[in-house]
Every structure is written in structure tokens, then in C-alpha cells.
């Protein structure tokens, strides 16, 4: 059984940073895509980033690129994303997500995504 669990959201001002973390546990993940979705109030659920576990390669929704940073640790199962300079619209809830096996090259945004975890609210004040 996957379980996802996220943690390291807050309130921070406009600039600052915050740094997610995603526990990854009950299987092997060597194998697997790892991403990162946000939902603010009243809209869709949306994709951040992503990486692939075997390779490290990663992908960025526009509106974060140059300012989030999404990493894996593999000592200690997690997949990390790191946000910088902050934005007001960057609120939102924030899912770490799970797509294994993974073997293909379709883009990391654009796989069926199936395990999710409960989600960290990130609140960025003006």
C-alpha cells in the first residue's frame, strides 16, 4: 500500500520561501514519477512538478519555473519541493502524487497520476 504523506506548509510573506516535503513509503519507488499538484479555493487541481526516481529528470508548469525546485532523497524516501520568491497566487493546497510503474516517455505532467496524499495548505500573504 502507497502512502503519501506531505508536510512543511505555512504562511509566509510575498518573497519568502517554504520547503515541502513528501514521505513516500510501501513500495520500492526507484521505478516511479513523483509530482507535485496545487488547488487554490474555486479552482482545479493543477500541476507544479515532477520528477522521474531513476533518472532525476524533472518538469515545471510554467508559472513556476526558476522559482520551485522539486528533488528526491533517496536515504530518506522523499520527494522535496522548494519554493522561492512566493507569490500571493501561489496559494493553495499542495498534493504530492505518485505514478508507478513508470516506464515510457510520456511527460511527467501529463501522466495518470494514482496514489495522492492529503495535501499541505501553503498560504502566501501580500
Known amino acids: 500500500q502507497v502512502q503519501l504523506v506531505e508536510s512543511g506548509g505555512g504562511l509566509v510573506q510575498a518573497g519568502g520561501s517554504l520547503r515541502l516535503s513528501c514521505a513516500a513509503s510501501?513500495?520500492?519507488?526507484?521505478?516511479?514519477?513523483m509530482g507535485w499538484f496545487r488547488q487554490a479555493p474555486g479552482k482545479e487541481r493543477d500541476f507544479v512538478a515532477a520528477?522521474?526516481?531513476?533518472?532525476?529528470?524533472?518538469e515545471y508548469a510554467d508559472s513556476v519555473k526558476g522559482r520551485f525546485t522539486i528533488s528526491r532523497d533517496n536515504a530518506e524516501n522523499t520527494v522535496n519541493l522548494q519554493m522561492n520568491s512566493l507569490r500571493p497566487e501561489d496559494t493553495a493546497v499542495y498534493y504530492c502524487?505518485?505514478?508507478?510503474?513508470?516506464?515510457?516517455?510520456?511527460?511527467?505532467?501529463?501522466?495518470?497520476?494514482?496514489?495522492w496524499g492529503q495535501g499541505t495548505q501553503v498560504t502566501v500573504s501580500s
Open positions: 520528477i522521474r526516481w531513476s533518472t532525476s529528470n524533472t
Open positions: 510501501g513500495r520500492t519507488f526507484s521505478n516511479y514519477a
Open positions: 502524487a505518485a505514478r508507478g510503474p513508470y516506464i515510457g516517455s510520456v511527460r511527467l505532467s501529463l501522466l495518470p497520476y494514482n496514489y
